[in-house]
């Protein structure tokens, strides 16, 4: 094997777990306690660093530190796993997203663009509901068991609606790898996406905040029913991982959704100036991030049926709607 190219994997690897999700998730938390502290007018974290910089470098040592317990009854293998099964989608489904065109010969992707990106993304994501299940199960807590099986009928139902969302986009591209996200982004070069799709938009930011089980959609985790959820016998850096995996995934989602709708890199002067490319795309991925948190400071938790009955009777007919609605226009304009 080259070793050049191997010298590059593994920079490109380093990358996505240190900066983007590691780092990533955990200023994520800080950036979230931030923006919720400036809508209910109150201060937010300020005692550890200036500013409160080091909070989570101060929250990461304390769970470091905390006593790792296990329960009697659990299934120890799968007690273990289930938390390193969760994290792991989040921390490979950026390796797909480009974050900038071609600099000297070189592409500014993290890993590779592969040409069934799109589907890499659906087929990656759906692993996270399996740690969760056996989170749940393996606990031996009938209150970890229900928000285990909470959280997978959730997820489930509304990864319909997420995947119907990406067809949107895929019809869109006129490209002959129409599931390649780098000719995705190339497509959007004139128009994003979101101006002939708000509706596939809206409907991927729905099923996307409810895929990753964030307010309002966070039943799995409802406190007043069920302790706390699939994690409710977990502890130290085992209970770190999930919320490490929850934070990763509204990074990724951000990132997919500035990437399929938002034109991804694309912005003014980019042709001349290449590097503005990732400047633009993460500035994207913070107003969504923005949005995400804004959601959770202005709504209340749904209640389950009532989540239930929305993923299942508004946001699929809806999804399907719109692609039927994108294909009929895309052939009669194109004919």
Known sequence: MDIALLLEWTIKSLIILVVFVVLGAAYLTYFERRVLARFQVRIGPNRAGPLGLLQPIADTVKL???????????????????PVITVIPAMILLAVIPLGPEVAGIRLDLAADINVG????????????????????????????????RATAQMISYELALALAFVGP??????????????????????WFV????????IYIMAAVAEINRAPFDMPEAEQELTAGYH??????????????EYGKMLVVSFIGATLFLGGYWGPFVGRFPLLGPVYL?????????????????????????LMAFGWKFMLPLAILNVMVTATVIVLVGG
């Open 118 to 149: 799109v589907l890499y993304i659906m087929a990656v994501a759906s692993i996270a509901v399996y740690g969760i299940t056996i989170a749940g199960w393996s606990s031996a807590n009938k209150y970890a068991l229900m928000g285990g099986i």
């Open 282 to 306: 993460l500035a994207k991925v913070l107003v969504l991030l923005y949005f995400i948190v804004w959601l959770r400071a202005t709504f209340p938790r749904i209640r389950y049926d009532k």
């Open 195 to 202: 101006v002939l799709q708000p509706v596939g938009f809206l």
């Open 170 to 191: 895929i019809l869109l591209t006129d490209s002959p790898n129409p599931m390649s996200v780098n000719e995705i982004v190339q497509a959007q070069h004139g128009l």
């Open 232 to 245: 409710t016998e977990y502890s130290g850096m085992k209970f770190a991982l999930f919320y490490l995996a």
């Open 64 to 82: 470091i530190f905390k006593e790792d317990l296990i329960p009697a009854q659990a299934d120890k293998v799968l007690f273990i796993l289930a």
